[in-house]
């Protein structure tokens, strides 16, 4: 199970750290995702890490503002985001899956395992 937090009401320009932990089960082996879904618009690829070995990759839009690390011990995922934009709002998601290729990490439909979302607005 994966519980996602963090989010909140900020200011343009300001920052946010978004938190995904699992429960019950280790993320060792998985690839890590956070997605983000803004109203009236499909759910959005955002940034990956693999657990093992702690490769990430982003979307080309959201390069050099968001980073995604994680924290082996405490089995947590986070989600440094800087210098915020309006059109950033959005419910954020992080998910997990197991099996996956590198051609289909921004895909939502490869990842079996998701958290409830935390929504992000950012006021202009």
């Known amino acids: 199970q994966l519980q996602a937090s963090g989010g909140g009401l900020v200011q343009a320009g300001g920052s946010l750290r978004l938190s995904c932990a699992a429960s019950g089960s280790t993320f060792r082996g998985y690839n890590i995702t956070w997605f983000r879904q803004a109203p009236g618009k499909e759910r959005e690829f955002v940034c990956n890490?693999?657990?093992?070995?702690?490769?990430?990759t982003y979307a080309d839009s959201l390069k050099g503002r968001f980073t995604i690390s994680r924290d082996i011990a405490k089995n947590t995922m986070y989600l440094q985001m800087n210098s915020l934009k309006p059109e950033d709002t959005a419910v954020y998601f992080c998910?997990?899956?197991?099996?996956?290729?590198?051609?289909?990490?921004?895909?939502?439909?490869?990842?079996?395992?998701w958290g409830q979302g935390t929504l992000v607005t950012v006021s202009s």
């Open positions: 998910a997990a899956s197991s099996r996956i290729i590198f051609s289909q990490i921004g895909v939502p439909s490869s990842y079996a395992y």
């Open positions: 890490i693999r657990w093992s070995g702690g490769i990430t």
